[in-house]
């Protein structure tokens, strides 16, 4: 059980503590359906008092599709008279904002009442599927790696040409890119690494695992601060998986690991490439239920553009050791390192639901005792007998409705509010008519 408010005196504590670093404005922040930061700011005076007894949000906006189209029939709108919900911040969260002055941000919980949660919040979902886990034994280590494009604030247009990966000069064309890596680490953003990436004005920026909730926690906190950064220094950053035909798309890589009483259970040393039978059966789990995490994975109809062959992307249901083609890249490094890399996941996915998507269908594998399918020679993305992901996301939706494992794992009103946010998006989507098919029509007939 989620447990809405925490000690009075933890409280007390924590808000006297932001008092004399100096803080005087909180953001509580709620992670909506789309890995968007939804806030409202609290003056440090007020904070208390709201973290005791919850902040009142409007109760629908976990039901709001990426336009914020108020969608019917999700459960969380009229269906409850369109009232409020709490906000309760998890204080172990809180973390500065090193752009805003005098700012610190905290993540929320929502919840209906202190005793009654809004179970189809992302956060919720992740956190009660980190809850199985724990039940079965094991921690979970994650880490999410993103790509993103920095682009011209006025036109959206990449700032550079020329595909330059690594490229000394390229790494930091953009003074402004030193800054947004202070103000990073500044707010409690580990950053290991940065780069340029595969196409012009397209960065990597990684940061280190954590432990649980924390873990997607630090990933929601990375993606938001970005976009909020590079429109402070001018820019504009897109996590959008396939922004410009021609060019590289933008991943989410979602490692995971899990550990028992600080051992790595995916690690083996007697076994074949090290990797114990608790990691085959939790990889297996995944490629049996990957057409059902799709929609999760990839929760637009444009994720659906980036996975293609030859792209450094995966196009199929598979898994290898070090395949960067395959779905499930298994770097298996015969020590505590040992950990799988989900890379089918677009940069543009909830951090929560990416990782809930990952760990809901391994467990099954895991409960189910899988046997790992065999890895196949060469790079998975040239067999033609692995079985393809969806291609649409229509198709995806199908292969949920269709998991009726996965739907219970992830808990039926998520899965009702989800399905039908999404259906509403894509009727938008299907109703739209294209450049494309006007410039191509048009004229000729």
């Known amino acids: ?242 922004p410009f035909a021609g060019l590289a798309g933008c991943c989410c890589h979602f490692h995971l690991s899990l550990w028992q009483d600080g051992v790595n259970v995916f690690l083996d040393p007697d076994a074949p490439n090290g990797l114990s039978a608790t990691a085959k059966s939790f990889v297996q789990g995944i490629l049996d239920h990957a057409p059902a995490m799709m929609p999760l994975i990839g929760p637009t109809p444009n994720c659906y553009r980036r996975l293609k062959p030859h792209t450094f992307a995966p196009s199929n249901i598979s898994w290898g050791i070090e395949d960067r083609t395959a779905m499930v890249r298994v770097k298996a490094t015969g020590d505590e390192g040992t950990h799988l890399e989900m890379r089918a996941a677009s940069g543009l996915s909830n951090p929560y639901l990416s990782a809930a998507a990952t760990l809901a269908a391994g467990l099954l594998g895991l409960k189910e005792q899988r046997e790992l399918s065999p890895m196949v020679d060469g790079p998975s993305e040239d067999d033609a007998s692995l079985p393809p992901f969806p291609k649409t996301l229509d198709a995806a939706l199908d292969a949920l409705a269709a998991d009726t494992a996965m739907q219970e794992m992830l808990g039926p009103e998520f899965c009702q509010l989800f399905t039908t946010v999404k259906q509403f998006e894509l009727a938008r989507f299907h109703d739209h008519i294209t450049d494309w098919e006007v410039a191509e029509y048009l004229e000729v007939y």
């Open 1 to 242: 059980m989620v447990v809405a408010t925490s000690a009075p005196e933890t409280i007390a504590d924590w808000v006297e503590s932001l008092q004399q670093q100096g803080v005087k404005y909180v953001r509580f922040e709620l992670p909506d359906l789309h890995g968007v930061s939804r806030l409202k700011v609290i003056p440090i005076a007020k904070v208390e008092g709201y973290a005791r007894k919850g902040l009142n949000f409007y109760g629908g906006t976990l039901a709001l599709d990426t336009a914020s189209s108020v969608v019917s029939a999700s459960g969380y709108h009229e269906e409850r008279k369109y009232r409020d919900h709490l906000l309760f911040p998890d204080i172990s969260s809180c973390t500065p904002v090193p752009w805003m002055a005098s700012t610190a941000k905290v993540v929320c919980d929502a919840y209906w009442a202190a005793d009654e949660p809004l179970l189809a919040a992302p956060r919720y979902v992740l956190k009660s599927l980190l809850d199985r886990a724990k039940q079965m034994g094991f921690d979970v280590m994650m880490g999410h790696e993103f790509e993103f494009y920095l682009l011209d604030k006025e036109t959206h247009q990449p700032l550079f040409d020329g595909l330059h990966i690594f490229n000394h000069i390229r790494n930091q064309y953009v003074p402004e890119i030193s800054q947004m890596l202070d103000y990073l680490q500044a707010a409690g953003i580990d950053v290991i690494t940065h780069n340029c990436e595969y196409a012009p004005s397209q960065f990597e920026i990684n940061f280190g695992p954590g432990v649980g909730i924390h873990g997607a926690d630090k990933a929601f906190t990375f993606k938001n601060a970005v976009k909020e950064i590079a429109h402070h220094l001018g820019y504009h950053a897109s996590f959008m998986s396939k």
